[in-house]
C-alpha cells in the first residue's frame, strides 16, 4: 500500500504570507494526486487534482506542483478564510490513501 | 445540481450491522467512481472503499471482510453494509464521487473527489 506522509502536521502564519505544504508517497503515483481544505464542521472540499490543476471556483492564491513522489501545496497570500486542515490524497491506486493532514492558523 | 447524499447513520452496539446509502442526483452512480471516506473525531480522513465505474470494489484493510460496497442504479444509489461494527468504525462516514476519465481505450481516475456530501455519523458503543 502507498502511505502518504504529510509535513508540518500544524503551522502558523500571518495574513499574506506565503505558506508551504508538502507532501510525500512511498512510491511513485505519477501526477494523480489531489488536496482538499476541511474547515471546522464542514466535509472535505477539494481544491487541486492532478498535482497542479486548480478546481473550478478555488482561488488562484492556491497552486500545487510535484509529480512522482513529492508533491507540494501552496498559498501565496494566506488569507482568513484559508484557516482549515489541508489533505492530500494518492488516487494512483486502491487503497486511495490520504495524508495525515495540516492544520493552518492565523498568527 | 450535481449532490449526493447520504443517509443511515446511527447508533449501534459493538458486533451490530448498519446500512448507509449515497443518493446521487445530477449525475450517473455507474459513469463514476463512488468512495467512502470517513473521519473519525478529532482525526484525519481515512479512505474506506471505492466502487469503480467499471464494477469493481475495494476496501480498506481495517474494514475487509466487513463492509460491502453495493449499487442500486435504478434508484442511482450506492451503498455500504457494515456489519462486525466496532468501536474504531464510529466516524462520520462521507460519500464522494470521483468522475471518469477515459483515454485511449482507458479509463481511470484523474479527477481527484469532486462532489460530497454532509455525511452521517455513526457512533458504535455499548
Known amino acids: 500500500d502507498i502511505q502518504m506522509t504529510q509535513s508540518p502536521s500544524s503551522l502558523s502564519a500571518s495574513v499574506g504570507a506565503r505558506v508551504t505544504i508538502t507532501c510525500r508517497a512511498s512510491q511513485g503515483i505519477s501526477n494523480l494526486l489531489a488536496w482538499y481544505q476541511q474547515k471546522p464542521g464542514k466535509g472535505p472540499k477539494l481544491l487541486i487534482y492532478?498535482?497542479?490543476t486548480l478546481q473550478s471556483g478555488i482561488p488562484s492564491r492556491f497552486s500545487g506542483s510535484g509529480s512522482g513522489t513529492d508533491f507540494t501545496l501552496t498559498i501565496s497570500s494566506l488569507q482568513p478564510e484559508d484557516v482549515a486542515t489541508y489533505y492530500c490524497q494518492n488516487y494512483y491506486t486502491a487503497p486511495l490513501t490520504f495524508g495525515g493532514g495540516t492544520k493552518v492558523e492565523i498568527k | 445540481e450535481v449532490q449526493v447524499m447520504e443517509s443511515g447513520g446511527g447508533l449501534v452496539q459493538p458486533g451490530g450491522s448498519l446500512r448507509l446509502s449515497c443518493a446521487a442526483s445530477g449525475f450517473t452512480v455507474t459513469n463514476n467512481y463512488m468512495s467512502w471516506v470517513r473521519q473519525a473525531p478529532g482525526k484525519g480522513l481515512e479512505w474506506v472503499s471505492v466502487?469503480?465505474?467499471?464494477?469493481?470494489?475495494y476496501y480498506a484493510d481495517s474494514v475487509k471482510g466487513r463492509f460491502t460496497l453495493s449499487r442500486d442504479n435504478s434508484k442511482n444509489t450506492l451503498y455500504l453494509q457494515m456489519n462486525s461494527l466496532r468501536a474504531e468504525d464510529t466516524a462520520v462516514y462521507y460519500c464522494?464521487?470521483?468522475?471518469?476519465?477515459?483515454?485511449?481505450?482507458?479509463?481511470?481516475?484523474?479527477?481527484?473527489?469532486?462532489?460530497w456530501g454532509q455525511g452521517t455519523s455513526v457512533t458504535v458503543s455499548s
Open positions: 466502487f469503480y465505474s467499471g464494477g469493481n470494489t
Open positions: 464522494a464521487r470521483t468522475p471518469e476519465f477515459c483515454s485511449g481505450g482507458s479509463c481511470y481516475m484523474y479527477y481527484g473527489m469532486d462532489v
Open positions: 492532478a498535482a497542479s
